[in-house]
Structure formats: structure tokens, C-alpha cells
């Protein structure tokens, strides 16, 4: 039947669309937690101290030490992946909205860092100094602070991927269904007799399902002859 027109060219864009869709909150997770990850290895706060025995020295405070949480969130941010992947519809929503909850909690430290500073008590304090050692001074580096906002936001967009994703999956027809299912469902449809037109897709999968898309639905009883009764009652 020479004008069949081939489905698969036509559903080509739309499958790439959703492969596109599919790959964005795992690259956006991916980039967020190596953002993370990398600015919890980075510097964030360094003070002198000074004991008063001897000069004041430098000490380094990371990422990892001045926000204990950053490791742990990207590590979360990197089993987000994984579960993108595992579940679908309403679970893929509540993938998404602690993602953001990820994001919120991975903005906070970085942005009061930028915002108020490093405080001196809180400095002394993680870098562990004896009880006659004195902070004499703070130094606050925005970039390892700008580098873990960069993350949040890439984590939010991901959350927003998400639930978008699971959004779009629950709302995907039949005609992106695999072909046996397709097959099945127009057998089903045939053996119900629905009432509305069938589109093209249908009668093809029909077809292949080796039946004529032209025939009439099941049939109703066939009534009783009634010849018999008019002769009886004449």
C-alpha cells in the first residue's frame, strides 16, 4: 500500500524532545553537585590566631568544615540522578521538590557568607584552638561562596526539570507506546466496537495487528424471524 505514511519519521522530533527533556535534570544535577563538591574542597573562611606565645598563624577553613552540609547535599544531588531514573509520575514530583529543598539548603551558608561575613567566634571555634588562643582576624573568599550558589541554582533548575518531566510522562498518548502495546490496544478497541473515528495510527496498528480496519464492529444478535409469527397469527 504505497500511500502509507511512515509514522517514524514523523514521531522522530517528538523523541528527541523527549530525549532532550529525559537528559536536562541529569546534567543540571551532575553540574550542580560538582559545583558543590568542588567548592567543599575549597577555602572559605581563613583566620590568624594568635596563642600569645608565639607569632599568630594562618588557618585555612574549606568548604566541607565551614558548611558541614555541602558534601553530604551533593552526594543527595548525585543519588537524585539515580532515582530520576526509577521513578515516574507523583515520586518523580517528590524527587523534585527535595531537590529544590537541596538547593535552599546548600544557598544558605554561601549566601550568608557573602552577606554577613565570616564570624570570628564560629571560626575559632570549627578550627579547634586551645581555649588561650584569640581569632585576630577573618578573611572571607567569595569564590569558593559563589561557586556553591552556582550549584543551588543549577539544583533548583534541575527540580524544576523534574517536575516538569513528570508532568510530560504522565501526559504522553498511546502513540509513543511500544508496538506490541499499540497492537493490543487496537485489538481492544476493535473487540469493544468503539464509537469514535479511528485516526490513521489506529488503522495502521490494526492492520498489523491482522485485522480490517474496515469492518463493521461486532455485529448484534440477530434477531428473531418474524415470518414465522405473522403466519402463526394468520
Given amino acids: 500500500m504505497s500511500d502509507r505514511t511512515p509514522t517514524g519519521d514523523a514521531d522522530a522530533p517528538s523523541a528527541r524532545r523527549s530525549g532532550l527533556a529525559a537528559a536536562l535534570p541529569v546534567l543540571l544535577l551532575a553540574a550542580a553537585a560538582l559545583c558543590l563538591w568542588a567548592s567543599s574542597r575549597m577555602t572559605w573562611v581563613s583566620l590568624d590566631a594568635s596563642d600569645g606565645l608565639g607569632e ?8 566541607g568544615t565551614w558548611a558541614a552540609a555541602t558534601t553530604p547535599l551533593a552526594l543527595t544531588l548525585l543519588a537524585a540522578i539515580a532515582a530520576s531514573f526509577a521513578v515516574r509520575g507523583w515520586a518523580l514530583r517528590i524527587v523534585g521538590v527535595l531537590v529544590a ?20 567566634d564560629k571560626a575559632g571555634r570549627l578550627a ?16 569558593p561562596a559563589l561557586l556553591a550558589l552556582l550549584g543551588a541554582v543549577l539544583a533548583l533548575a534541575a527540580a524544576v526539570a523534574l517536575i516538569r518531566k513528570a508532568s510530560v510522562s504522565a501526559g504522553l498518548s498511546s502513540k509513543y507506546a ?15 466496537g468503539s464509537g469514535e473515528p479511528p485516526s490513521q495510527r489506529t488503522l495502521w496498528d ?7 480496519p474496515t469492518e463493521d464492529g461486532p455485529s ?15
Avoid: F, N, Y
Avoid at 529543598?101 to 570570628?120: H, Q, S, W, Y
Avoid at 579547634?128 to 569564590?143: I, N
Avoid at 448484534?220 to 394468520?234: C, G, L, N, Y
Fill in 206 to 212: 490494526a492492520l498489523d495487528a491482522g485485522q480490517d
Fill in 220 to 234: 448484534d444478535q440477530a434477531k428473531p424471524d418474524d415470518s414465522d409469527d405473522t403466519d402463526t397469527r394468520r
Fill in 128 to 143: 579547634e584552638l586551645p581555649a588561650r588562643a584569640e581569632v585576630t582576624a577573618t578573611a572571607t573568599h567569595a569564590a
Fill in 178 to 192: 511500544a508496538p506490541a502495546a499499540r497492537r493490543e490496544e487496537a485489538t481492544k478497541r476493535r473487540g469493544e
Fill in 56 to 63: 599568630a598563624r594562618r588557618i585555612a577553613l574549606i568548604g
Fill in 101 to 120: 529543598a537541596v538547593a535552599v539548603a546548600a544557598a544558605i551558608p554561601a549566601a550568608t557568607l557573602l552577606i554577613e561575613g565570616a564570624d570570628r
